[in-house]
């Protein structure tokens, strides 16, 4: 999985396609700043009340095309919130390319304050984005069959690739001793996620990380009628499950358990400040307040803005797909995003 996305030159994000956008235009996924400006209009506010009680510093990881970048520099500017700096974290040096003009594009007075790393930074303070980062990270296809858990691996059969099992290494097993699986079943696990956010309790000084994408708390990932696990591919739009037809050609993604995420973030020291659906978020952040002004403005694009918000909100849509977590150091305020509608005792 690692290499079929991040491979220099081969990889889906290393490979220079294009993936985020309409299917017209060649992508393969749309994302939620793509849709409307107003998903990093509210955003910003929630990024505001972050760095008020933190440092004026935004650090993004995995930017994508660089749109929400753009509309939280332009919302965070007539809020009079600007950040001292824009960090960027990304890999790709074709998706810096782009994340940069499309900045320079959309806000060209601020593209000065915003700045590419190479990596995590030592120390840091202020508020960490990351939007549909953490379902790219790699994961561990398990089984769990009578005589024991297997590691489902790679195998070539012919000339295609193909499944292959092997008893699981122990620090798999020790992992997957704590979930509430009953065998036969197949599922995944995410070492890597939990591993990057424990990271941050030894970098995060004081701010908050709001990481935002698609999943589950551990008791509905791992319920018995999702036998199968959360591994698909997209392409043009299309979800599949051939996850060896088209490598480095498919985006390839699992669902975010979140209960190892906030386990992950309360065990290196972190504080989870709140847990919630995307709908509700936006909707606590004034998303309904900004598309009602975006009417009032020009009815024309509020009519359109409010398509892209019904997919937004929606619980047949994103709405309830997507979840938010804050997990943060030295944040004493409750944040408005969790006002209503807090999950965290689902974890």
Not at 97 to 102: E, K, S
Not at 135 to 140: K, S, Y
Not at 321 to 335: H, N, S, T
Request: hydrophobic share 45%; net charge negative; with cysteine.
């Amino acid at each position: 999985m690692e290499l079929a996305l991040h491979c220099p030159g081969l990889g889906y994000y290393g490979g220079g396609a294009q993936v985020f956008g309409a299917s017209d235009a060649g992508g393969d996924f749309v994302t939620a700043p793509e849709l409307t400006p107003l998903f990093g209009q509210a955003l910003a506010v929630q990024v505001g009340q972050v760095m008020a009680a933190s440092e004026p510093t935004v650090l993004e990881v995995g930017a994508g095309s660089g749109r929400l970048a753009a509309d939280l520099l332009l919302a965070l500017d007539a809020a009079s919130q600007l950040p001292a700096h824009y960090l960027i974290l990304e890999l790709s040096g074709e998706l810096r390319a782009r994340q940069r003009a499309t900045i320079a594009a959309a806000a060209p007075a601020l593209i000065d304050r915003v700045a590419w790393l190479d990596g995590l930074p030592e120390t840091f303070s202020g508020c960490v984005v990351a939007n549909e980062l953490l379902d790219a990270m790699p994961v561990h296809a398990l089984a769990w069959r009578d005589g024991g858990l297997q590691e489902r691996g790679v195998t070539v059969a012919g000339e295609r690739f193909a499944w292959s099992e092997r008893p699981a290494p122990d620090y798999l097993a020790q992992a997957a001793s704590a979930l509430p699986v009953v065998a036969p079943y197949e599922s995944e696990i995410g070492p890597a996620a939990a591993g990057w956010v424990a990271e941050w309790g030894h970098r995060l000084a004081r701010g908050a990380l709001l990481l935002l994408d698609y999943g589950l708390p551990r008791h509905e990932y791992y319920h018995p009628g999702r036998n199968g696990g959360t591994l698909r591919c997209h392409y043009r739009h299309r979800a599949h499950d051939e996850l060896f037809s088209w490598p480095g050609l498919s985006d390839i993604t699992a669902h975010v358990d979140f209960t190892a995420v906030a386990e992950a973030g309360h065990g290196a020291g972190l504080d989870v400040l709140g847990y919630t659906n995307q709908a509700s978020f936006l909707i606590n952040l004034g998303l309904g307040e900004l598309l009602a002004a975006r009417r009032d403005a020009d009815q024309a694009s509020g009519l359109r803005a409010a398509g892209a918000v019904q997919l937004l909100i929606s619980p047949n849509e994103m709405g309830e797909l997507f979840k938010v977590i804050a997990l943060g150091r030295g944040i004493e305020v409750p944040l408005h995003g969790f006002r209503r509608g807090d999950r965290t005792h689902a974890l």
